[in-house]
Structures are given as structure tokens and as C-alpha cells.
């Protein structure tokens, strides 16, 4: 049976492998000249780099009740990974976007959205840490997933400009697509949260009665 999680990991997958293509092919392009140009930021953003990716790819292991109950001790390694990932990756992405207000002549603005969601970053993965700390295993998994979708929003940006074509529009438009998918991470994920109990009250929605309906057999009001 396929459950609404596998779909949503299902999309992930496809998104990351859409955004390796079509923004980050240059990895295994020597020749690509996009070289010249990060090499500038020497190793910060190779380290702000190797830091995200090892948080976001392997994140959605995290998700595996298979993985969490049958070996807890690799649940746990993998969890301190992505939060050392976290602690990373987010003031050096702060770090970068600053110096590239130098180097490549970016607003300021783009070092306000970066730090925004550095701070969001920190805040929901260290309340998912705390709770699942405290063996508050629900709470963990529920700020789990409110970090997972902010950690997503660096994929989620480019998926939607490289699709729409808005990623050779004005830069205005590029901040509003991205500051859009960062507002709208963690109700997302709270949707995510809630599924299960939001089909559930559809269901019994549903199947209940009117409460002004006649019981079956019961004669309707005469006039």
C-alpha cells in the first residue's frame, strides 16, 4: 500500500534530482566555468555544501519506521549527523550570502533571507533535539518535519524558477518566490503533521448523520 509519506519523499527525490541537474551540474563538469566562480569563496562554501547535503539526503531516513525501530543506534547517528549538518550549514549559507554581496554585487536582502532561515533552521531542529532528548518521541517527529521542509526550501526555490523561468526575471521576483516557499515551510509540514487526523475528521465529517435528519424509520413531519 502506498502511504501519503512515500508520495511526499517520492516528490522529494524528483526535486533534488531536478535541482542536481539543471543548477548543480557543474560538479561533474570539470570544464564548467561555474568553478572559477565559486572558487572565490574558497572553502566556505564547500563546507557550507558537504554540510548540506549530508544533512538533506539523509534526513528522510529519518522518517523510516523500519529503520527506527529495528536499529535505534543508526537512528540516533544518523540524527546527530543532520543536526551537526544543521549547526553548519546555516551560518555558513548567512557567511556566503554575505560575502556575496561583494563578490557578485547581491542585496542585502539576500543576506536578510538567508539569515531568517538560518534562524528557523536552528529554532525547529533544536526543539525536535530537546524533545527527543526528553523521549517525547511524537513532538520530536513533529519538529522533525517542520525543520526537514525549511532545510527544503533551498531545493524548493530553484525547482519552481528553473520551472516557471522566473530564474532569469528580475531579482525582486526571485526573493518573492523564495521568501514565499520559506513562509509557507512549516504550515506545510504542519499539514504533513496532521494528515492522519485531518482525514479522519473528514471521514466521520462524512458518515455523520445531520443531527436535524429523521432517524431511520422514523415518519417525517407532517405539514
Avoid at 519523499?9 to 557543474?26: D, P, Q, S
Avoid at 572558487?39 to 548540506?52: E, F, N, Q
Avoid at 520551472?163 to 516557499?181: M, N, R
Avoid at 504550515?187 to 504533513?192: K, T
Wanted: aromatic share 12%; with cysteine.
Amino acid at each position: 500500500m502506498v502511504r501519503p509519506k512515500h508520495l511526499v519523499f517520492t516528490f522529494v527525490a524528483l526535486m533534488m534530482g531536478y535541482v542536481l541537474v539543471h543548477n548543480e551540474r557543474f560538479l561533474i563538469e570539470s570544464e564548467s566555468p561555474m568553478w572559477g566562480h565559486f572558487s572565490k569563496y574558497g572553502w566556505w562554501i564547500l563546507t557550507h555544501g558537504v554540510a548540506g547535503a549530508a544533512a538533506m539526503f539523509l534526513a528522510p531516513f529519518q522518517f523510516s519506521d523500519r529503520l527506527r525501530k529495528r536499529y535505534t543506534s543508526t537512528h540516533h547517528l544518523v540524527g546527530y549527523i543532520y543536526v551537526v549538518g544543521i549547526l553548519i550549514l546555516a551560518p555558513l549559507g548567512i557567511y556566503v550570502q554575505y560575502i556575496s554581496e561583494t563578490l557578485d554585487g547581491t542585496p542585502r536582502s539576500f543576506t536578510v533571507l538567508a539569515t531568517v532561515d538560518a534562524v528557523m533552521l536552528y529554532i525547529t531542529t533544536g526543539v525536535a533535539l530537546v524533545f527527543a532528548r526528553q523521549r517525547r518521541l511524537t513532538l520530536h517527529r513533529q519538529w522533525m518535519t517542520r525543520s526537514y521542509a525549511v532545510a527544503l526550501v533551498f531545493f524548493e526555490g530553484r525547482l519552481i524558477l528553473g520551472l516557471t523561468g522566473l530564474e532569469t526575471a528580475d531579482i525582486t521576483i526571485v526573493q518573492a518566490v523564495i521568501w514565499s516557499c520559506l513562509a509557507l515551510s512549516v504550515p506545510v509540514a504542519d499539514v504533513i503533521n496532521d494528515w492522519a487526523e485531518l482525514r479522519r475528521t473528514a471521514t466521520v465529517a462524512v458518515r455523520s448523520p445531520r443531527a436535524d435528519a429523521p432517524a431511520p424509520g422514523a415518519l417525517a413531519p407532517s405539514a
